[in-house]
């Protein structure tokens, strides 16, 4: 298998042969989850159908690959799954990032949604060109089809042990109807999924031959750094650009602009012939901006006014039941709780960029984007074009995290390259990155349990104090109505604790400050609170807290399973020695379930993390090992943001600049970490995100366990 | 600007470049090896780590002007897909990178550390690595590919010259 990025012409070029060939397509109408296939013709290649699966007369297959890969394993788990069902090896296949074109459907890579929703079509679309490949060879033999199958790109007829290899085949198959509903097949035959299967992008990203977006090169293009306002909410009132002009390489020096979704502002960009000497020019710079109110932003106001609105009534989530008012008032004990997270930063390795050529009539752009097809229509809207006259060509992408499906960066590089009228590479230093957001939006977390005289728990009630992201990025006006994602983690999906009077809501808290989604989104700031106070429940009622959750989750036994793997694996029931100790916690997110068990210990240099034992649930697995490494991938993320940050504004600027004062965690930091799967048949989860959630709480109850001091607010000390 | 000459993997290269101009954007952008990445600029990542007669530098804070006849290396020359170093074998087999991005840096911090000490354990790679940040958060298949790539080393026999085997 051979990964690489092409535009449509390459792609027309991998496929092209110049006999007969077998091209299959699929969309997802309105419904996610079902698939169309249609036929592609080969004169309409590459003109307006967009096919998933072709395979030409030489035997050679080709992938569309329509999610782009931020190191989540998309790479390999998209063609892992038709190749499963089309009976190819995995080697045989070539893949093409799609360019975002309308036609292949939504591409976004977020939510750990890739496999989770290309599950069934994607092997539907396999299942179906098998299907019909060894009708093909029944047709050409002239026995039954029963009597024939496939394997190894080859149809086999048992009886005889004749074959035809695939490319023999296309011909006839390709005048076959598309079976309606082509037989997936049994899991149990399964050859390559749920297998260990080596990455193939891997051999290219040890040798640095991957390309990312800072990688690209296009002839005549120039570099581009833009100056931007501390304050973030800039308005440029004069600038001097003698002594940047000066230097050596500087061509141009402009006024510019950043458009987030809720606003645009303005910038000054310096254009040059290297990226250094744009950088330099940047540095000459003298720009006046506008002088803001310090206040307006600072996330000490900010968090205050959280506190503020504490005590106000907040709108439900659907899902409550029973009457929590009433129950609270009438409990034996009544515990109350809050637990703040701040504002983080997503701190992709990779910094933003994208080079952008602006042709008059036409745009294309190249840029490690988490969304192709949402680069289009936002550059087509930004740039009066329409959606054909934009083209996307989508490179490796050097971490995300969410920050590159915030389409601020590839607009900048846009206005750039139509402003000088050549490509221009438009590259992010870390500051502008840690400066500028968009950033994780801070949360509070106000919770409340009820307590009977027998120590069950009767009443429940988290309220989450928020910016909502569908109103601030998306411009959804929820009349101060929780979003669709604000209950990730918590609702009553995700979280289906049975206490019998439960409640949870939510109440608006604005901000300008650019948020966006931020690793497991709303889940990763929700369940902090959430399981700790869980944990504290347990404690205030004299019950383990294990077993007290054993108890809430009765009635969702994939719970109960991740729970008592956790016991088992963890070697939770057996007694610690002083001076160590163990603390859980447990999350749905994505529609995966994952729970971890920190065992904390005091020693000579002060509390250390010693291991972490990870249990998950997600479903049918394409690829354990990848479920490992981004199961390992959520704890060293996770843990950075439990214990290191937080990103503040003060003084009309954010104070965190790069990983000298906005430390991430570091190898020496990095504990033990031990991933087991739960082994089911379930229709499968993301992996991407949901290990991170139950990360810091597990960390906290643990911390608890150690020293009786209760962490209610994020980053933690672990000394403190 | 200034004419300076750099010897990149073996290499000779004329580059006219102001000799304040870190030497990861004239490996970069001058001479157009991509492999070596910015993730900071100020000494804090390690992306940008290449060798200069061996031993390890931060490539975003080092000027041109220093480099003078030192050798540089990158990660183009410590090994191809075809020729893989063991360092690189090892990575591919513990299935370290995620996104990538950081790991020409990691590798490179890897390959010297294996220099200095062939056979480290794992404070000795906690202190050598702690300079390489790791977004995606490889650090424990870092730890684990090194002490495989010792092993590689130390096995003496040519290392394997063909990439890991894909969908085997
Ligand atoms: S880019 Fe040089 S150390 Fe980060
Ligand atoms: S693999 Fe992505 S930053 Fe290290």
Redesign the interface.
């Known amino acids: 298998?051979k990964p690489q990025h092409t535009s449509r012409r390459g792609f027309l070029k991998a496929g092209g042969s110049a006999g007969a060939l077998l091209a299959l397509g699929f969309s997802l109408p309105a419904q996610a989850g079902d698939v169309v296939l249609h036929k592609i013709e080969k004169t309409a290649l590459g003109l307006e159908l967009s096919p998933y699966i072709l395979i030409d007369d030489t035997g050679k297959i080709t992938l569309l690959n329509p999610r782009p890969d931020?190191?989540?394993?998309t790479y390999q788990s998209m063609p892992a799954l038709i190749a499963e069902e089309l009976e190819v090896?995995?080697?045989?296949i070539h893949i093409i990032q799609t360019n975002g074109q309308g036609k292949y459907g939504a591409q976004l890579s977020g939510g750990s949604s890739s496999v989770r929703t290309r599950w069934i079509p994607m092997r539907k679309a396999g299942a179906a060109v098998r299907e019909m490949l060894i009708q093909a060879a029944a047709n050409k033999w002239k026995v039954p089809v029963a009597e024939c199958f496939a394997e190894n790109a080859k149809v086999i007829h048992r009886p005889s042990g004749k074959s035809f290899p695939y490319a023999e085949l296309v011909e006839e198959a390709s005048r076959l109807e598309i079976p309606k509903e082509p037989k997936l097949k049994d899991p149990k035959d399964f050859k390559?999924l749920g297998k260990n299967?080596?990455?193939?992008?891997?051999?290219?990203?040890?040798?640095?031959?991957?390309?990312?977006g800072?990688?690209v090169?296009v002839p005549g293009m120039l570099?581009a750094s833009i100056e931007r306002s501390p304050s973030i909410h800039g308005k440029v009132i004069s600038f001097d650009d003698a002594a940047a002009l000066k230097v050596?390489g500087v061509k141009k020096v402009l006024k510019a602009e950043r458009a987030m979704p809720h606003l645009t502002v303005e910038t000054v960009a310096v254009v040059a012939t290297?990226?250094?000497?744009a950088m330099?020019g940047r540095r000459k710079l003298k720009v006046q901006w506008e002088k803001k109110d310090p206040t307006y932003l600072a996330t000490d106001t900010y968090s205050a006014r959280l506190k503020e609105l504490a005590g106000k009534e907040s709108s439900d989530f659907a899902g409550n039941k029973g009457d929590f008012a009433a129950a609270y008032a009438g409990a034996a004990r009544k515990i109350q709780a809050s637990y703040e997270t701040p504002f983080a930063a997503h701190?992709?390795?990779?910094?933003v960029n994208a080079t952008a050529w602006f042709k008059g009539d036409s745009l294309e752009i190249w840029a490690p984007t988490q969304g192709p097809d949402g680069t289009i229509s936002e550059l087509a809207r930004y740039l009066n074009l329409k959606p054909e006259q934009v083209k996307v060509n989508v490179t490796?992408?050097?971490?995300?995290?969410g920050r590159k499906a915030y389409l601020d960066f590839v607009k900048e590089a846009a206005f750039l390259s139509k402003a000088v009228g050549a490509p221009v590479k438009l590259?992010w230093?870390?500051e502008d990155d840690m400066t500028q957001g968009p950033y994780r939006p801070a949360m509070l977390s106000v919770l409340e349990g009820g307590i009977d005289a027998q120590g069950k728990i009767t009443a429940f009630h988290h309220k989450i104090i928020t910016e909502s992201i569908q109103e601030q990025v998306f411009k959804a006006d929820l009349k101060g109505k929780a979003d669709g994602w604000t209950e990730e983690g918590i609702g009553e999906k995700d979280s289906p604790i049975e206490v019998p009077n439960i409640r949870r809501s939510y109440l608006k808290a604005r901000t300008d400050l650019p948020i966006v989604w931020w690793r497991s989104v709303y889940a990763s700031t929700n369940v902090f609170g959430h399981e700790s106070f869980i944990d504290e429940l347990a404690h205030a009622a004299g019950r383990d807290p294990l077993d007290l959750r054993l108890e809430l989750f009765k009635d969702s036994p994939r719970f109960v399973k991740v729970l008592e793997t956790l016991a088992e694996k963890s070697g939770y029931r057996q007694k610690r020695p002083a001076g160590k100790a163990m603390g859980i916690a447990i999350a749905r997110s994505f529609s995966t379930i994952c729970a971890h068990a920190f065992t904390v210990a005091k020693t000579k240099d002060g509390v250390k993390i010693e291991k972490v034992v990870s249990v998950i649930d997600c479903g049918m697995v394409v690829n354990p090992?990848n479920v490992r490494?981004?199961t390992?991938?959520?704890?060293?993320?996770g843990l950075t943001a439990a214990l290191k940050g937080p990103i503040t504004y003060a003084d009309g600027a954010i104070q965190q600049s790069?990983?000298?004062n906005y430390p991430?965690?570091?190898?020496?930091e990095?504990p033990?970490?031990e991933v087991h799967i739960i082994d089911n048949q379930e229709a499968p989860g993301g992996v991407g995100e949901p290990g991170l959630p139950p990360i810091a709480p597990a960390l906290a109850n643990a911390l608890f366990n150690l020293t009786g001091k209760r962490v209610r607010k994020l980053p933690m000390e672990l000394n403190g | 600007?200034a004419l300076t000459k750099l010897t990149v993997n073996g290499k000779v290269y004329s580059v006219d470049?102001?000799p304040n101009?870190?030497l990861l954007?004239a490996i970069r952008?001058?001479i157009?090896?991509?492999?070596?990445?910015?993730?900071?600029?100020?000494a804090?990542?390690g992306?940008c780590t290449v060798h200069l007669n061996g031993t390890p530098v931060r490539s975003c804070s080092t000027p041109v002007s220093v480099v003078k006849t030192q050798k540089i290396t990158?990660?183009?020359g410590?090994?191809?897909?075809d020729h893989?170093h063991a360092v690189?074998q090892a990575?591919?087999e513990e299935?370290?990178?995620?996104?990538?991005?950081?790991?020409?840096g990691q590798?490179m911090s890897a390959v010297a550390l294996l220099k200095q000490k062939p056979n480290p354990s794992d404070e000795d790679?906690?202190?050598y690595?702690?300079g390489?940040?790791?977004?995606?958060?490889?650090?424990?298949?870092?730890?684990s590919a090194i002490h495989k790539a010792s092993g590689l080393l130390q096995e003496k026999k040519p290392v394997k010259t063909t990439?890991?085997?894909?969908?085997?």
């Open positions: 298998m931020m190191g989540q394993g090896s995995f080697d045989q390559l299967i080596p990455k193939p992008d891997v051999p290219l990203k040890v040798t640095g031959r991957a390309q990312f800072i990688d090169e570099y050596p290297n990226y250094w000497a330099e701190a992709a390795m990779e910094p490796f992408l050097g971490g995300a995290f590259l230093t870390r090992d490494a981004q390992e991938s959520n704890v060293v993320y790069n990983f000298h991430v965690l570091r190898l020496p990095m033990k970490v | 600007m470049v102001d101009m870190p954007w952008d001058v157009g090896l991509k492999g070596t990445k910015f993730g900071c600029g100020m804090q990542c992306a990158t990660i183009e410590i090994g191809t897909p893989l690189q990575w591919i299935q370290v990178p995620q996104c990538g991005y950081c790991q020409s590798i790679i906690d202190t690595m702690q390489n940040i790791c977004r995606c958060g490889t650090y424990q298949r870092i730890r990439p890991a085997p894909v969908g085997k």
